[in-house]
């Protein structure tokens, strides 16, 4: 009996260490995740910054803007983007998606190719910047999603973009 009860205590004891452990994991996760959302929405007055549950949404409408059929990041914007992958440097145990969008010109597969390779374009710029590529994931939607009517010039030069969202990694906490 005196056995079983030590056993059952041992149990006990490991779980609650255990649980609390990963309490404080989850604590500092999300203590970090404020620090970036409160850095980027300092440093990146151009963007629009949200925290979104266990995220970080950074959009740029009208900062990461693409022409019509066109993958190319518009060089005038790299500046914006370079400050933010020295953002993104300071907090390392994050990781980002970066998501590519178009306007409803074109084919939906031809959307769907030309937002993931828009993606594919921002990560390559935020790698250049010293943003490590396993940190990086990009994914295309296309036309789908639109922050703005397409049916204006304006609204589609703003559905041209792309979005990042940061998520603190729980990569290391499975080692």
Do not use: H
Not at 13 to 41: G, H, N, P, V
Request: glycine share 4%; aromatic share 8%; proline share 2%.
């Amino acid at each position: 009996m005196r056995k079983i009860m030590f056993l059952s205590l041992a149990i006990f004891a490991i779980a609650f260490t255990s649980c609390k452990s990963k309490k404080l994991t989850k604590q500092q996760q999300r203590s970090d995740l404020q620090d970036t959302y409160e850095t980027l929405k300092r440093e990146m007055a151009e963007a629009k910054v949200t925290m979104e549950g266990e995220s970080v949404k950074v959009v740029l409408p009208e900062a990461v803007l693409f022409k019509v059929n066109s993958a190319e990041l518009n060089t005038e914007y790299f500046p914006i983007l370079k400050k933010m992958a020295t953002v993104l440097n300071k907090y390392p145990k994050t990781t980002i998606v970066v998501s590519g969008y178009t306007d409803i010109s074109g084919t939906e597969t031809l959307n769907k190719e030309l937002s993931q390779k828009r993606a594919e374009n921002a990560k390559q710029i935020m790698m250049t910047n010293g943003v490590k590529e396993n940190r990086l994931n990009t994914w295309g939607f296309g036309s789908k999603n639109p922050i703005a009517d397409n049916k204006t010039e304006e609204g589609r030069k703003q559905n041209r973009r792309v979005e990042f969202v940061i998520m603190y990694d729980n990569k290391e906490e499975k080692k």
